[in-house]
């Protein structure tokens, strides 16, 4: 049994993956959302029997990290966490002897509730080549970013980027202004040219320094991105796919960045055979996912696929016949009557 689901991160990314048999069941969140997201889902971590095995804090952004700073201050939080994936300003220096740089607010919270913390990592950083202890139930995970390299270029700037991403206290997080409206081209663009606008990586410190991991369980593959880099991501898929003989076959591939067209190239695209694609993102501030990054995945994202929404209005522009029939696609979002931001499946 694996059961994913995407619950309401605004603008960020709230993912809870659950597995196992009769014999056991393995919980893992990948980040909260936004401080307005607790709210929402604490009825769904109420019931998971009291443990998330593992909590997944891919980076610093406030998109992704403060739901998990309004979980850890809920003195009455249903959960409790076997171990917690963050890389801290010693992790990114790859030193020993924690202490909360500038007070940043979640390492504060770990050290005080005494949370195990990169345990499976011997404590020390989660990236790639890191030795990773995993649990002996079948399953397999493995870090696919961010390197060494990446976690070091972000120690110069860590307290700068923390406080923009409310990590210390004192300092709200500096909220980018709201994008007034958005307009896309629904039935009538040239997908293959959108497709073909050439590729400009990711340039922000916080994201490529996201936790990407490669689930395993039952022959089934889910690949987990948060705002990774994406030629980080291609460096560690393409020796995989080259030994499933060109394209390695994944189930589930949640798209870097909510679909941002700096963080999805058609390099990583032509790496995989993938069955469906999560945008996880309101479109909230930036408006995504991209006309662009949208057009890359329908233009070379495999001829059958599945493109998931957790928010209904990012599927419109996407929930259209001719498009559809002609790219391969289907679409799928809460249904009207359903919580917005929520989406459930099992593979």
Known sequence: MI??????????????????????????????????????????????????????????????????????????????????????????????????????????????QKVPWNDAFGGRGAEVGRMLGWFDDGSTMEVLSPDRRQLERLAPVWVKECAVHGLIPGRDPDEPPAIDGFEHFGGTADVEQLAATPFKRDTSPTNVTSIGLLFEFEDRRIVLTGDADDRRLVESLRPRAEVAGGRLHVDVLKVAHHGSKHNISTDLLDLLDCDRYLISTSGARHDHPDDIAMSRILRHGGARKEIVFNYRDRAAPWDVTSLKKRFGYTVTAPAPDADDGFVTFEL
């Open 3 to 112: 059961r994913f689901t995407m619950m309401p991160g605004e603008d960020g990314d709230c993912l809870l993956l659950e597995y196992g048999d009769d014999t056991f069941v393995r919980r893992i969140l990948v980040d909260g959302g936004r401080a307005g997201t607790y709210p929402l889902i604490k009825p769904v971590l109420a019931g998971l029997d009291g443990l998330v095995d593992v909590l997944v804090v891919t980076h610093v952004d406030q998109d992704h990290i403060l739901g998990v700073l309004a979980l850890l201050d809920d003195p009455e939080r249903s959960v409790e966490f076997g171990d917690v994936w963050f890389n801290g300003f010693d992790h990114l220096l790859d030193t020993e002897g924690f202490g909360a740089q500038d007070g940043e607010r979640l390492t504060s919270a770990l050290l005080a």
